[in-house]
């Protein structure tokens, strides 16, 4: 089956730690995306990349860090920089020419204790 | 800044009713525009996507249609079923390249059996 997996499904973090966020897809897909949600809010962008080893900061990159080693894989780490982690947290991939369609993960719900 | 907005932000119809979901967006310079579902505490689930080139894309009992020049896409569904409910969110392809999507903050639908 071809897709994407966001790990764990479930979060929770004390206050000062770092946590990473894990997301592969097996589409061969060349982009990857992280968005946030909050509740009442659009999904906003934090970090894409277009290619593996190159990735930029989306509008809300701020307290976050993001690596693409391998072309299936895009973690994500919210730092304790973060100042609102509590959030779900969507990944996303598409082939990467710009005009293609997203497809989604299933989600990681990240609560701060 | 590209801002996407979407009305109305809640409906609620009886099941057999065709309805119609507004997209509005204040650049008109877009590469696509996505529609998507997503139910309670899931992922996104990819609906339609129309190229900046296209006027509309149907699937099934679903339409979406795009007027780039007045910045508005409408998502029209016909003969809704309670198995339709959920949030219905609208973006906008941003940028040259793979750059990510602008979301508005979505319609909440509830088909009444």
């Known amino acids: 089956d071809g897709g994407i997996t966001q790990s764990p499904k479930y979060l929770f973090r004390k206050e000062g730690q770092n946590v990473t966020l894990s997301c592969e897809q097996n589409?061969?897909?060349?982009?990857m995306y992280w968005y946030r949600q909050d509740p009442g809010q659009g999904l906003r962008l934090i970090y894409y990349?277009?290619?593996?080893?190159?990735?930029q900061k989306g509008d809300i990159a701020e307290g976050y860090s993001v690596s693409r080693e391998k072309k299936e894989s895009f973690p994500l780490t919210v730092t304790s920089a973060q100042k609102n982690p509590t959030a779900f947290y969507l990944c996303?991939?598409?082939?990467?020419?710009?005009?293609?369609?997203?497809?989604f993960g299933p989600g990681t719900r990240l609560t701060v204790l | 800044k590209q801002e996407v907005t979407q009305i109305p932000a809640a409906l609620s119809v009886p099941e057999g009713e065709n309805l119609v979901l507004n997209c509005s967006f204040t650049?008109?310079?877009?590469?696509?525009l996505q529609w998507f579902r997503q139910d309670p505490g899931k992922g996104l689930t990819s609906l339609l996507l129309?190229?900046?080139?296209?006027r509309e894309q149907t699937s099934g009992r679903l339409n979406a249609s795009l007027d780039k020049s007045s910045g508005r896409s409408t998502l029209y569904i016909a003969a809704s079923q309670p198995g339709d409910s959920a949030t219905y969110l609208c973006?906008?392809?941003?940028?040259?390249?793979?750059?990510?999507?602008?979301f508005g903050k979505g319609t909440h639908l509830i088909i009444q059996p």
């Open positions: 129309i190229q900046s080139s296209q």
């Open positions: 973006a906008v392809g941003r940028g040259g390249g793979a750059d990510g999507l602008t």
């Open positions: 990349s277009q290619i593996v080893n190159d990735f």
């Open positions: 589409l061969n897909h060349d982009a």
């Open positions: 650049d008109s310079a877009i590469y696509n």
């Open positions: 996303a991939s598409s082939i990467g020419t710009g005009m293609d369609e997203q497809f």
